[in-house]
């Protein structure tokens, strides 16, 4: 099954043969297919990206959650395919989403840092800082194609105008510009956003998971006839946590009733998919930014038996839950092992709908192989690169795992209901781990191992090299 469905998939296409097609007067043909967009034997996908923020990689039952259950993301599992060495593209909210969207590590697309608005945390200068419009989004690709496409909930690639998802492809937007701790007694009133609109100020964050949810159903309901992409990028559960009454108090805390209802979320989704016969021509994947924010205590999540979480480059601050499902397509009940990222999302959606790639740089692999090759499928990466900010702190081969020396900040005392805890900065020395046998991070074994840091750090060096020397800028306004 798998060789034919890998056959059956049209290549993609730089953007440049694209065009091509277009100056030689065929329009609507893909590119790379030869077909009019859903005239072959199978229509083009719908694509869901189900995104939460600061969940972390033991926040879902299939991955160990205690205390609360997730059924739908279960269920998930268990009709398609978990990932247990899924990665985000950073260990912070802007550089992740970028990420995701453009397939590319967040330097080469100027974004490394956190951005918001003006307030204690960013400079004026980040503050007018967004997603370039030059960037060739998920959502710009897929309209190439005639898709329908929308996003719901945090979008934190830009708050201006210009930086919105309605300038970045997406036919529809609502939700928060940024992040739902940026409150007015720190920063400008917290917007809500539908279209490029302020339709609020500071909502009542109880509403938030249900109203993304309701704009995402409407959305399914009004594009059953046609190909579309939708991206949910919840707020939760990024503190402050908030929850709806139909789920306060149903677990032994607030994060788990937070877990819960984007649980119910996941399976509101997935039963309109159901509903509407879209099931085998959809692609749901369900994912988080970034690690969880362990200085909050209990009201963030875990990412045990990994090491460190959020704003760290260990792999609690970047290895997170991931699930696929595409019944017929993948395999279900699969388990991949194999190391994938969110910057694959673009690369693989292109060659899953033919859609014409950008000519620039991009960093993410078509991981189709992993989604239908079966256990013997392997990575088609050789390496995944850890940074934080423009700096490279680590770098990932096969089971190998090799930090450079750098320093990141440690939860010395977790917070408690909203407050946080204390934290220390902390020094990492160069140190080799090998994942399979110690997913921890605890035990170096550079020395024993000395080829492996030599071969890891060529790796490295060049790699940085290459791209720091290919830094495309952000956006800027003087707005």
Known sequence: MGE????????????????????????????????????????????????????????????????YSTPNLDRMAA??????????GCSVCTPSRASLLTGCYAPRV?????????????????????????ETTIAGMLKTLGYATACFGKWHLGHHPEFLPTRHGFDEYFGLPYSNDMIPDMYPPLPLIDGEETVGTDPDQTRLTTWYTERALQFIEKNRSRPFFLYVPHSMPHIPL?????????????????????????????KKVEQLDLEKKTLVIFTSDNGPWLRYGNHAGSAL?????????????????????????????????????????????????????????????????????????????????????????????????????????HPVQ???????????????????????????ETTDVSASHPDVVRRLSDMAEKFDAELKNNIRPPGRTDG
Not at 48 to 67: E, F, P, S, V
Request: one cysteine or more.
């Open 305 to 409: 038996p990994l090491r460190e979480g959020k704003m760290t480059t260990f792999d609690g601050g970047q290895r997170v839950p991931c699930i696929m499902r595409w019944p017929g397509k993948i395999p279900a009940g699969s388990i991949c092992h194999e190391m994938a990222s969110n910057i694959d999302f673009l690369p693989t959606i292109a060659a899953l709908t033919g859609a014409a790639l950008s000519d620039t740089v991009i960093d993410g692999k078509d991981i189709r192989g992993l989604l239908y090759g079966g256990a013997e499928a392997k990575t088609p990466h050789d390496a995944l690169y850890f940074y934080r900010g423009n700096e490279l702190q680590a770098v990932r081969s096969g089971s190998w795992k090799l930090h450079f020396a750098h320093s990141y900040t």
């Open 414 to 440: 977790p917070g408690k209901d909203g407050t946080p805890g204390s934290t220390e900065d902390r020094d990492q020395p160069l140190a080799l781990y090998d994942l399979d046998r110690d997913i921890g």
């Open 4 to 67: 034919t469905l890998k056959n059956s998939a049209p290549a993609p296409v730089t953007r440049r043969d694209f065009l091509a097609l277009l100056a030689a007067g065929i329009p609507a043909v893909v590119a790379g297919s030869g077909l009019k967009p859903g005239s072959g034997p199978e229509p083009l996908p719908n694509i869901i990206i189900i995104l939460t923020d600061d969940q972390g990689y033991a926040d879902t039952g299939c991955t160990g959650a205690k205390g």
């Open 110 to 134: 100027g974004l490394p840092h956190v951005i918001g608005p003006s307030g204690p945390s960013w400079t004026a200068e980040v503050s007018k800082t967004g997603l370039n419009s030059s």
């Open 242 to 270: 908030a929850v709806s009454e139909k789920y306060k108090g149903k677990t032994g805390g607030l994060y788990g009733d937070v877990i819960m209802e984007i649980d119910w979320s996941v399976g509101e989704i997935l």
């Open 79 to 88: 009709e398609g395919m978990r990932f247990t060495d899924f990665y985000a």
